[in-house]
Every structure is written in C-alpha cells, then in structure tokens.
C-alpha cells in the first residue's frame, strides 16, 4: 500500500486550503482512510477520518469540527481534506493514513499506513 499526500502550502489565517491523499495497492482491505498532523515540537494528532465502506462516517477532532471536512472519492480512492478558516494553530505536516480494521481510531498506534507528510504554513 502506498499513500501519496499532497496539497499543502503557504496560506494567510482565514484562508482555505485542500489536501489531497492518493491510495494505491490493497485499497480494498481499507476500513478507514484519515488525516493527521503534527506541529513543531508537538506530538502527532489525530485531524478527522472517513470510512470506506456504504456508510462514508466522518469523525473529526473538536479543534476542525466545523472548519474541515474530510471527502473521498472511492472510484480514485482518493480522501481530501478541505480545509477552510485556517488558523495559525493549524500549521503543521499533515499526514494521511489508512486503518484495515475496526476499532479505535485517534491514536497513531491504531492506523496500518501512513504517507509521506505535506507541510501546511497557516500566516496570522
């Protein structure tokens, strides 16, 4: 399985931005397709995720609920991340990840695959 993100950049607070991450390989194994981030000096955290299946369930993290919205495009097997109302607190690399099972879903330890991460630069 290989994840490939891209989307990131330079952005002024306020400001809109999409990721993008591109799955190839044992997709069909996936239950669950997700965005996390990690700010300089902070731990890896949990963004939103998406499920693969009929259901398409949506989760996010209490600090994007309402401002990110997480999508896939199942034909591609692509998920986005449509990031609006950036906030310099969301500067960060975003990294997308897929899970092959049930169960939890926030920490790191709980995801099979991960991508190379994409940088994402919110100015105030």
């Known amino acids: 399985v290989q994840l490939q993100a891209s989307g990131g950049g330079l952005v002024q607070a306020g400001g809109s931005l999409r990721l993008s991450c591109a799955a190839s390989?044992?997709?069909?194994?996936?239950?669950?397709m997700g965005w996390f981030r990690q700010a300089p000096g902070k731990e890896r955290e949990y963004v939103a995720s998406?499920?693969?299946?009929?259901?398409?369930?949506?989760s996010y993290a209490d600090a994007v609920g309402g401002r990110f919205t997480i999508s896939r495009d199942n034909s591609q097997t692509t998920v986005l991340l449509q990031m609006n109302s950036l906030k310099p607190e969301d500067t960060a690399v975003y990294y997308c990840?897929?899970?092959?099972?049930?169960?939890?879903?926030?920490?790191?330890?709980?995801?099979?695959?991960w991508g190379q991460g994409t940088l994402v630069t919110v100015s105030s």
């Open positions: 390989g044992r997709t069909f194994d996936f239950y669950r």
């Open positions: 990840a897929a899970k092959t099972q049930t169960g939890g879903i926030y920490e790191i330890s709980q995801w099979d695959y």
């Open positions: 998406i499920s693969w299946g009929a259901s398409g369930r949506t």
